[in-house]
């Protein structure tokens, strides 16, 4: 006959599970002590090389966009401090002051394009007043501080590695989205355009092309048959028309 377990025997095994338990315990606060010192290495080091290249930093994009991984990679955010080390390295006011010159080019161009302005015309007058180059990742990151202002400033995405800044306050909702990207190509677009393509009906094409006309996001061509709205925005070769 098999002997049933007595009281000690699951007495002992109990002990050893909390042992076992315990020890675990142990090694895992061991492992995250040690995980924690070595962050703090890797923040030292990284410290000492930002303080090193400074100018790199700020002067070369690739560069920059380099450091900002090494900076993602052990949760330092240079955008966000603002007091200590990182604010001596100046990465904030770079951005602080890139910020402040898409303000001036977007109040510039406003007039023609209602406040809507492509990522690539807003580079290329980013170029003619800088030394520093400005890579479209820059401007993203500038972006946050932007935001901060409220909704009159923000990216709008409308294709893979294609945006626009939006400087005047309202939200675009997806159907506006989806109107600038059919017109990203030839920078305009059309009821009929946007119902044979998207198999939208008429009224919902004539609302959102209405409203983005409305916004003074887009102009009409009322000669053209079926009437055209064109996106000064989206414009080719509009960077170089002033």
């Known amino acids: 006959m098999r002997r049933r377990t007595?009281?000690?025997?699951?007495?002992?095994?109990?002990?050893?599970?909390?042992?076992?338990?315990?020890?675990?315990?142990?090694?895992?606060?061991?492992?995250?002590?040690?995980?924690?010192?070595?962050?703090e290495v890797f923040r030292a080091n990284l410290e000492e090389f930002a303080?090193?290249?400074k100018h790199e930093i700020k002067k070369n994009a690739q560069?920059?966009?380099?450091f900002q991984s090494m900076c993602a990679a052990i949760g330092v955010d240079p955008l966000a401090?603002?007091?200590?080390?990182?604010?001596?390295?100046?990465?904030?006011?770079?951005?602080?002051?890139?910020s402040v010159q898409i303000i001036e080019?977007?109040?510039?161009?406003?007039?023609?394009n209602g406040g809507l302005i492509s990522m690539r015309e807003l580079l290329e007058r980013l170029a003619r007043s800088r030394t520093q180059e400005v890579s479209a990742e820059d401007v993203l990151n500038a972006g946050k501080k932007l935001r901060k202002l409220g909704n009159g400033f923000s990216i709008v995405a409308i294709g893979p590695g294609q945006h626009l800044v939006q400087s005047v306050p309202g939200e675009l909702n997806m159907d506006h989205t989806t109107v600038l990207q059919k017109a990203s190509d030839t920078g305009r677009t059309s009821v009929d355009?946007?119902?044979?393509?998207?198999?939208?009906?008429?009224?919902?094409a004539e609302r959102a092309l209405e409203h983005m006309l409305k916004e003074g996001l887009a102009w009409i061509d009322t000669q053209e048959e079926g009437r055209s709205f064109w996106f000064?925005?989206?414009?080719?070769?509009?960077?170089?028309?002033a």
């Not at 095994?13 to 606060?29: H, I, P, R, V, W």
């Not at 080019?105 to 023609?112: S, V, W």
């Not at 355009?193 to 009224?203: G, M, N, P, V, Y």
């Open 6 to 39: 007595g009281v000690g025997a699951i007495h002992k095994q109990k002990l050893e599970q909390e042992k076992y338990k315990d020890k675990g315990s142990e090694m895992q606060e061991s492992h995250l002590e040690q995980m924690s010192r070595q962050m």
């Open 51 to 53: 303080g090193k290249h």
């Open 63 to 66: 560069f920059r966009r380099q």
């Open 81 to 98: 401090s603002g007091k200590g080390f990182w604010s001596v390295l100046g990465i904030g006011d770079f951005y602080f002051e890139l």
């Open 105 to 112: 080019i977007c109040l510039a161009t406003n007039y023609k």
């Open 193 to 204: 355009d946007l119902c044979r393509s998207l198999s939208w009906d008429r009224d919902r």
């Open 232 to 241: 000064p925005s989206l414009f080719p070769g509009c960077a170089q028309a």
